[in-house]
């Protein structure tokens, strides 16, 4: 008699424990979030690693205007539109949207 009292008390101890498992699994702090923290962190390396590839090309961009005196004039002549002696510049106006074409 004892010997079926313990275990029958082992056996529901471990269903307890085993539906406790489950729904802590399936809650909402289990399973699903925890995926779902895994593609947020996935996404948040990707936009890391994107960052960081554009810090480099600014880098590198600044490196060059400070060792090029050809790069400063160009990027300055750009940014406040400045000719030199003889050089013509030409604005073209946008060409206006086709909104026959959008509507079709």
């Not at 009292?5 to 699903?32: C, D, E, H, N, S």
């Not at 600014?58 to 090029?68: C, D, G, H, M, Y």
């Not at 990027?75 to 946008?94: H, Q, V």
Request: charged letters at 30%; aromatic letters at 4%; a positive charge.
């Amino acid at each position: 008699m004892n010997f079926l009292l313990r275990k029958t008390g082992y056996l529901t101890l471990f269903v307890m424990i085993a539906v406790f498992a489950v729904i802590a699994l399936r809650g909402p702090q289990g399973i699903p979030a925890l995926m779902e923290k895994r593609r947020e962190i996935q996404v948040l390396q990707e936009q890391n690693a994107d960052l960081q590839k554009d810090n480099e090309r600014k880098r590198e961009r600044i490196v060059r205007l400070n060792e090029s005196q050809a790069e400063q004039e160009l990027e300055i002549r750009n940014r406040l539109k400045l000719l030199r002696k003889g050089e013509t510049s030409f604005i073209l106006p946008d060409q206006p949207a086709d909104h026959s074409k959008a509507t079709q």
